[in-house]
């Protein structure tokens, strides 16, 4: 009896720990299933945003914004500016839309260009034909540029040494600076550029002495400069002088010889 009870009861024992057991494997399971149908709609999800985000599987080129487009078109409008020849576009609208000038006018212009024409002549008799101007080159522009800065702001004896071309050698072995009058006024107009081998402290040597170095000045006979003295050659003081005068106003000359007038009437 013992032994058919203990029989039973394990039996009973074995089939609630089989129930429990399945209990739990179906437990088990549907969470498993349940896990698979969570991961399979967020796949799915992700798959429909995915298609939602990129559209363009073709690799169509999409269209250009409207406010791109004006932009573009304008930044081209204004580069294009840059290149355009006002100046030939001014001179076609000019000679299209200006009358031209009337028959009397161009008479007159004829004439002008005659008298002038004439005057020309008169200068060139002896057989000398004018020459053709020539052209600046880069050189010669920038040395003319450097000569005009120091004729405006260098000191006197710097213009002088520059624009000075003869040298005189005394017996006693010293030297003295010379301007000619072309010297003197190529030092005084802008423009005009030193010849070439000539220049700060580069003279041409001269003898008074010598008839192979007579100077050709085509001065007249009652010129200021032979009333300087040096045969009409200028000194460094005469330089001076001549800068002060050409520099002073008209009153203060009027003044100064008053001055003059009467510091005579005084002492005399």
């Not at 024992?13 to 179906?26: L, P």
């Not at 914004?65 to 609208?93: E, Q, W």
Request: charged letters at 30%; hydrophobic letters at 35%.
């Amino acid at each position: 009896m013992l032994a058919s009870r203990l029989t039973g009861r394990l039996i009973k024992i074995q089939f609630a720990r089989n129930s429990v057991t399945r209990v739990s494997s179906y437990t088990t399971l549907q969470n498993a299933i349940e896990a698979r149908k969570e991961r399979d709609e967020r796949v799915a999800f992700r798959m429909i945003e995915s298609k939602r985000e990129y559209r363009n599987f073709g690799h169509r080129p999409e269209k250009a914004p409207r406010i791109t487009k004006f932009y573009v078109s304008f930044i081209a409008f204004i580069m294009s500016i840059a290149f355009i020849d006002y100046p030939l576009i001014g001179k076609t609208i000019y000679h299209k839309f200006v009358p031209k000038v009337d028959a009397a006018s161009q008479i007159e212009v004829k004439a002008e260009t005659k008298d002038h024409h004439d005057e020309h002549t008169d200068h060139e008799e002896g057989g000398k034909k004018k020459k053709k101007r020539e052209k600046i080159g880069f050189r010669d522009r920038k040395i003319i540029e450097y000569e005009n800065r120091m004729r405006q702001y260098s000191t006197p004896d710097k213009v002088f040494r520059y624009f000075a071309t003869l040298q005189v050698c005394h017996p006693n072995g010293d030297y003295e600076v010379f301007m000619t009058p072309d010297d003197f006024l190529r030092s005084m107009t802008p423009g005009l550029k030193q010849p070439d081998g000539l220049g700060l402290d580069q003279y041409k040597r001269y003898d008074p002495k010598s008839m192979h170095n007579k100077l050709e000045l085509e001065l007249e006979k009652d010129s200021i400069f032979y009333k300087l003295g040096s045969s009409g050659l200028i000194t460094f003081s005469d330089y001076i002088f001549l800068l002060t005068v050409l520099s002073s106003e008209y009153n203060h000359f009027v003044c100064h010889f008053n001055l003059i007038t009467l510091w005579i009437d005084v002492w005399y």
